[in-house]
């Protein structure tokens, strides 16, 4: 039987390939149909989205087979790489996409999938286009699946110190994030069946937190129009730096949460 959809409030806005992780492993473990796990690991948005290149329905049969599987998210940015398995090209194309998702066999890296995501359309009728790339991995084993437990305190005193800077942040991570608001390569999904909700919680607040920082961070780096910049805040230097610096310190806790959380509970 297909299960209820859950409400908005309690969707995981996430990186397409942490959906695809948890649902996979939800098939995996046996909590999930094949059918609803793929239709919950393509999630939810308000454009049309077509997944192209590696199948995903023959994709997640293959995984399932695989002994002692684990699904490791990696959010890499230039400089912080860690958890990806190479080969040079599957680096390249992650970096690009700022996403994979590394899977292993019996602690040994077995590949890569990277989404490449294009938006394709004319203005107010657009759809977007997710193309899946495999690239096998060198034979070598990986470190452990890092505990969710490890990301938690990390990620907690970041929000403790934004909460008691001076600097106005003006975030709201308890809130949910509209469909219209996620970018081309998240999607909003589920929290699979079998997920312990404390973890849930954290994925949920770690992800929105993710998204706000990353928004706001990129709102700084934006010119404003003359209309626009006459009527915000006056700010000195030193301001605008401690607003950054809070803000970078906020995304990356948050990053290694989401890739923490994902990668704990997406693991077989």
């Known amino acids: 039987m297909t299960p209820a959809p859950a409400p908005a409030r309690d969707l995981l806005p996430v990186p397409r390939v942490v959906a695809l992780a948890l649902w996979t492993a939800a098939y995996a ?3 999930a149909a094949p059918d609803d796990a793929l239709d919950r690991a393509r999630g939810l948005g308000h454009r049309h989205v077509e997944h192209l ?8 049969t293959r995984v ?63 759809g977007i286009v997710v193309r899946w790339t495999e690239f096998e991995a060198p034979h070598r084993e990986l470190p452990p699946v890092a505990s969710a437990s490890h990301a938690r305190p990390a990620f907690l005193g970041a929000l403790r110190r934004a909460a008691d800077s ?21 999607t909003l999904t589920a929290a699979p069946p079998g997920l312990d909700e404390g973890r849930v919680h954290l994925l949920r607040l770690a992800a929105r937190t993710l998204l706000l920082t990353g928004a706001e961070l990129d709102a700084l780096d934006d010119p404003l129009p003359p209309a626009a910049a006459s009527a915000a805040p006056v700010r000195s230097l030193t301001e605008d730096a401690a607003r950054v610096a809070l803000l970078r310190d906020l995304r990356d806790a948050a990053r290694e949460a989401v890739v923490d959380v994902a990668g704990a509970a997406a693991t077989v």
Request: glycine share 8%; no cysteine; net charge negative.
């Open 64 to 126: 399932r087979g695989l002994p002692l599987v684990a699904l490791r998210p990696v959010l890499p940015v230039p400089g912080r790489i860690a958890g990806l398995a190479g080969p040079p090209p599957a680096v390249a194309a992650a970096l690009a996409a700022e996403q994979a998702l590394v899977v292993s066999a019996a602690s040994f890296a077995e590949h890569t999938l990277v989404p490449a995501v294009e938006v394709i359309g004319s203005e107010g009728a657009e």
């Open 53 to 60: 290149g590696v199948d995903l329905f023959d994709w997640m």
């Open 166 to 186: 001076t600097v106005d942040l003006d975030l709201v991570p308890d809130e949910p994030i509209a469909e219209a608001f996620l970018p081309d390569d998240w």
């Open 29 to 31: 473990r046996g909590d």
